[in-house]
């Protein structure tokens, strides 16, 4: 459990509290039947859903089936209570607009977009560096590019393989 001043991670949403192995559907799949991935490094803030003051982490993981792919968040509350969260559609202080950076999701207001940030936090770029070589931005800037990042990891990905291949 993290500390109650933790900040939550924006961009995710409350779907499903209950016990290790009990069957739900989570955007249509039974993630409790199905392989688990994740690199285990990604990982968000959460309020528990029934007391708010406390502070969750949990990990991003996608599941495969029925030729259909989910990324959702997980994690134990408590002994063999576990929380499961779905990504937004929309991460505050994220937007994307016409004529801007291609149409590409940037930090609000700036022309910073976020798979530029994720490729050089990739290349080993820490928050405090690229705080510093962004005057622009600031911490909770970082934390919602990171939680797009986690939410539309696919995009991401082919945007930083497209500039790369550039």
Same mark, same amino acid.
Request: aromatic fraction near 10%; hydrophobic fraction near 40%.
């Given at each position: 459990?993290?500390?109650?001043?933790?900040?939550?991670?924006?961009?995710?949403?409350?779907?499903?509290?209950?016990?290790?192995?009990?069957?739900?559907?989570?955007?249509?799949?039974?993630?409790?039947?199905?392989? *688990?991935?994740?690199?285990?490094?990604?990982?968000?803030?959460?309020?528990?859903?029934?007391?708010?003051?406390?502070?969750?982490?949990?990990?991003?993981? *996608?599941?495969?089936?029925?030729?259909?792919?989910?990324?959702?968040?997980?994690?134990?509350?408590?002994n063999c209570v576990w929380g499961f969260y779905l990504p937004t559609d929309?991460?505050?202080?994220?937007?994307?607009?016409?004529?801007?950076?291609?149409?590409?999701?940037?930090?609000?207001?700036?022309?910073?977009?976020? *798979?530029?940030?994720?490729?050089?936090?990739?290349?080993?770029?820490?928050?405090?560096?690229?705080?510093?070589?962004?005057?622009?931005?600031?911490?909770?800037?970082?934390?919602?590019? *990171?939680?797009?990042?986690?939410?539309?990891?696919?995009?991401?990905?082919?945007?930083?393989?497209?500039?790369?291949?550039?």
């Amino acid at each position: 459990m993290e500390d109650g001043s933790t900040p939550i991670t924006v961009g995710w949403r409350f779907v499903h509290i209950g016990l290790d192995g009990e069957s739900f559907l989570l955007d249509g799949l039974d993630p409790w039947k199905l392989d *688990w991935h994740s690199n285990n490094e990604v990982s968000i803030v959460v309020a528990h859903p029934s007391y708010p003051n406390q502070r969750h982490r949990m990990f991003i993981h *996608w599941i495969h089936g029925a030729g259909r792919h989910v990324r959702f968040a997980a994690g134990e509350f408590s002994n063999c209570v576990w929380g499961f969260y779905l990504p937004t559609d929309v991460v505050p202080g994220i937007e994307s607009r016409d004529g801007v950076c291609g149409g590409d999701a940037c930090v609000a207001g700036t022309r910073i977009a976020v *798979w530029m940030l994720d490729q050089a936090r990739r290349l080993g770029h820490t928050d405090r560096e690229l705080l510093r070589d962004y005057p622009m931005l600031r911490p909770e800037d970082l934390q919602r590019a *990171w939680c797009y990042v986690a939410a539309h990891r696919e995009e991401i990905d082919r945007l930083i393989e497209a500039n790369e291949r550039a």
